[in-house]
């Protein structure tokens, strides 16, 4: 990893990163704890949730609390990790293949119930733990080791695919652009609801076509400046462009978050007030 700033250091676990040379997931970490540095939350209240896979293994190396869960099951441990101590700042990590493919039945219901958290996926685009099986992300045309002839299904879009469920933040960073990535988790983590990044990052041993540094750095371009993100279809526009991969925030919308509305049908249920008990069996009988 390049220089960190010494606050940045700080978040460190000491844990030394076991990524392969040249993963594009090195990027991701110093401008997550660079992130954290700016933000200033101290480690004892921040937790970081994952999945399975290369990309799940993130948590073992920042300072923070960590739960490395079970392969695609972040997002509902996460939930409710945040509903138990609301006061945590509550990071998701993971890959294209825990998020979307075992875990792809949790995000339209993280992104529908607006809970307050961020969740960074890694798109490789690959299985890298599992040494390159095709992924939900991989291009149709692409070569690995399960498909040496192309894929047989349609390629997944992240992004597009987080707006379509309603998730109230959605944007899209690149690995190797680490100060705007940054910058990027800082407005996610600072979102108050379900904020979703797609981070392109390239997997140095299974797959450098899909995600080639190169082919990204030529297509990428910024979300116009007068682009307004609180329209999800112009989101959905930008997200979908068929030639340009545009980078920065997306779509962004105010609305309650699942805590506020568990608070709300709390109190109404206070309300109303307590049952009996028989009563409640009564009507069963
Ligand atoms: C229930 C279950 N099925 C399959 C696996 C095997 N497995 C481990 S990681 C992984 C895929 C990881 O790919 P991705 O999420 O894209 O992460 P990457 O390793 O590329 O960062 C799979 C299929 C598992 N651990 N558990
Ligand atoms: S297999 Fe790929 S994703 Fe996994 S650590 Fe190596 S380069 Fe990174």
Known sequence: ????????????????????????????????????????????????????GCASRLPYFVKAYGFHGIHGRALPIAQGVKLANPKLTVVVVGGDGDGLAIGGGHLPHAARNNVDFTYL?????????????????????????????????????????????????VARGFSVKKEHLKNLILEGIR????????????????????MNVARIIKAMASVPSD??????????????????????????AERPTLEDRCSEIQRAARARGGGAYADLVAQFA
């Open 227 to 252: 682009h307004d993100p609180a329209k999800p279809l112009e989101a959905l526009r930008l997200a979908t462009h068929e030639e340009k991969i545009y980078l920065g925030v997306l779509h962004r």
């Open 191 to 210: 979102h108050r609801g379900f904020s979703f990044i797609e981070i392109l990052a390239s997997c140095a041993s299974f797959n450098t076509t899909d």
């Open 1 to 52: 990893m390049e220089k960190l700033q010494d606050s940045a250091c700080e978040y460190l676990s000491g844990v030394c990163p076991v990524w392969c040379p040249g993963c594009g997931y090195y990027g991701i970490l110093s401008s997550l704890i660079e992130a954290f540095a700016e933000l200033g939350v101290p480690s004892h209240e921040l937790a970081l949730v994952s999945g399975i």
């Open 121 to 169: 996926l890694f798109n490789n685009a690959i299985y890298g733990m599992t040494k390159g099986q095709f992924s939900p992300t991989t291009m149709l045309s692409a070569v690995t080791k399960t498909s040496p002839f192309g894929l047989p299904g349609e390629t997944v879009n992240p992004a597009a695919l987080a707006i379509v469920y309603g998730a109230s933040f």
